[in-house]
C-alpha cells in the first residue's frame, strides 16, 4: 500500500482509536484500510490529534497545492483588447513575452471573456513547404544515363 489521503470519516475514526489507545499504526493502518506511513503522517500533522484540526489542514494544503497561473486580471485586460483589435495570440504572446499554448489554454477554459471562433484567420490551414526527406536532388538521373551505358559494351575503367 502507498501513502493515501484520508477522508473526513477516516479522520474521526482514526481519533477513535487514538483515543482507545495501546494500538500500534500497523493495527490502525490495518482498520482503516491505508498504509502504516499514512497512520504516522497524519498523527504527526496535528499534535494532540484532533480529527477537526487535521482535516482543516489538509484542506489547506490542497487549496495550496499545484501550479498558479500567471493570468491576472491586468493582464486578461490586455489580451482582450489585442485580440478585439483583432491581433491573434501568437502576436500577443510574442509582443508581452507570454506563451501562445497559454493564451490558447485561457481561451479554451473560458477564464477570457473570448471566443476561439472570433479569433482572426481561426481554422485556417497553414501552407507549409513541401516535403524533401527520400528525395535525391543531387546527380545525374538514372534517366538521363548514356545508351552505351544500357548496351554494357564498355569496359570497365579501373580507377
Known amino acids: 500500500m502507498g501513502t493515501s489521503t484520508l477522508s473526513r470519516f477516516q479522520r474521526g475514526a482514526l481519533a477513535q482509536l487514538v483515543n482507545e489507545g495501546n494500538k500500534s499504526y500497523q493495527v490502525m493502518a490495518d482498520a482503516l484500510g491505508v498504509a502504516k506511513a499514512t497512520i504516522s503522517y497524519e498523527l504527526d500533522r ?51 513575452n507570454l506563451s501562445t499554448a497559454s493564451i490558447y489554454n485561457w481561451l479554451n477554459r473560458g477564464w477570457l471573456p473570448f471566443k476561439l471562433t472570433d479569433l482572426p484567420n481561426r481554422n485556417v490551414r497553414q501552407h507549409r513547404v513541401s516535403e524533401n526527406r527520400g528525395k535525391f536532388t543531387s546527380g545525374t538521373s538514372i534517366e538521363q544515363r548514356p545508351t552505351t551505358v544500357n548496351q554494357r559494351l564498355e569496359a570497365v575503367q579501373d580507377l
Open 46 to 96: 496535528v499534535k494532540p490529534y484532533d480529527p477537526e484540526l487535521a482535516q482543516q489542514d489538509a484542506d489547506r494544503k490542497r487549496r495550496n497545492c499545484g501550479r498558479r497561473s500567471m493570468l491576472t486580471a491586468a493582464l486578461a485586460t490586455l489580451i482582450t483588447n489585442h485580440l478585439r483589435l483583432t491581433w491573434s495570440p501568437e502576436t500577443i504572446a510574442a509582443a508581452y
